[in-house]
């Protein structure tokens, strides 16, 4: 009962994740108007800019901190070179994966708008790149359409990318090129050589993958590029066991119980009493109340006026950083869950390192593009500290191996992770492979 589309299409990595970020500074900092009632010190969910006055690496739902030139400072040991680097992002701000029953009703005023962005797909033949016409799919909804009700009005598809999305990702590219092209050269530029770039099977992680090459390399529009993916989830039956189980007993039921009044207004005003997709947790409301905060849309409204209001979706919020620090790292068994879901991203990852370090590895840098569910993983795996909250959008993971016997820095939303700042590569390695179970598919789906 707990898969919602956006989990089921993941699965490679799935993860989400952030954290330090935002519990860092400065309660007593008073907080200017006019700041959205949706921003605080604990975190951004109105927009991709987060205002000046926070920190620059406060949590952002819409539009995660990263590394840049601005905030970059290199490793306090001396003589050091980066020699290699590993980098997992979630994509950038998409429109809602999920839809209520009565959608059109409850749509932006404004609707969806997706006229701006171009979804290109087109096939063409290796021995013929040249030909083809270049074609870009556009979502028309008849007014006519006996199932209008549920549909949203407006030009985008569920869960897809947006412009602004799309620009989120070029600055995340550019901003990635200021440190380690133009700052550190560790790359000259982008090119299929030295750079191997992975995304899951979802259209946004390959479009975000684009706009972030471009952002790099400028002069990538004038070539080809491949992208790999992953294969979608595998399945794991005996993960979704010990993950219900840990679902059922009071750690996870009481946040439940004690949010029912939430719940019920929530429900009643959306029209989703009793569905349990969005009462066994709070992930759909989330879903699309950050999706159209993040894109300046009002909080929903149904056909009687009555609006979700900034307090309680601010409560939703909090409550989604708590169920996702629950499900992929508090839990007793979490762990578990976690490896057993993500162990062979884990062991790809743990590959690449033992490549390098046995002189195999061909690229310098393997950049990821991937989901929530991934970076959350890969977080909880890591032992990043503190509670976890919601990957926010453009959320970063990215590790780098300076040599002088090889150690590995990992930088995580832009900051040195706490406890993985200088890490010996062997241990790293064995880090990575402490989440990748020997017998996996065995786990996964043997009767025991
Ligand atoms: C949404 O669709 C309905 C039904 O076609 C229409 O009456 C309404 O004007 C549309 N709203 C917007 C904002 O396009
Ligand atoms: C964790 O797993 C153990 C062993 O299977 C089980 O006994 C325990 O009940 C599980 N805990 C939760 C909270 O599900
Ligand atoms: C709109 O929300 C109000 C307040 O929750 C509720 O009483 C009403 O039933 C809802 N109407 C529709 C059409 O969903």
Redesign the pocket.
Known sequence: MFFSLRFLSLLFFVLKWQALAASVTSQTRPIPSPLSPLDSAHGVYSGSQTPTVFPWNTYNYCNAPHVNAAHYTLPPTKDVELVYMNVMIRHHKRTPDNLYPDE?SL?P???WDCKDFLQFNFGSLASNTAENAQTYHETNIP?NHPF?SQIW??TCDEGQLTAAGLEDSMQHGKDFASVYINKLKFLKGVDAIDVYVRTSTEDRTYQVAGALLYGMDETLSKKQFKIDSLVPSYSCPNADNIRDQYQSVPAWTDHLVQNQELQTRLSTLTGVLGMSAWSSWYDHFFDTFTSRTCHGHPLPCNATGACVSSADAVKVFGIGDFEYNYIWKAAQNASTYNSLTFGVMFQELADNFKSFKEGHETFKLRFYVGHDGSMIRLASGLNIQGPLRWPALGSEFVWRTQNQAYFVRVMHEGTPAVGLEWVSLDDFISLLESNAPEDIFEQCLGSS
Do not use: E, I, R, V
Request: glycine share 22%; net charge neutral.
């Open positions: 059109n749509n005023p404004a609707g007014s209008l009005n407006g």
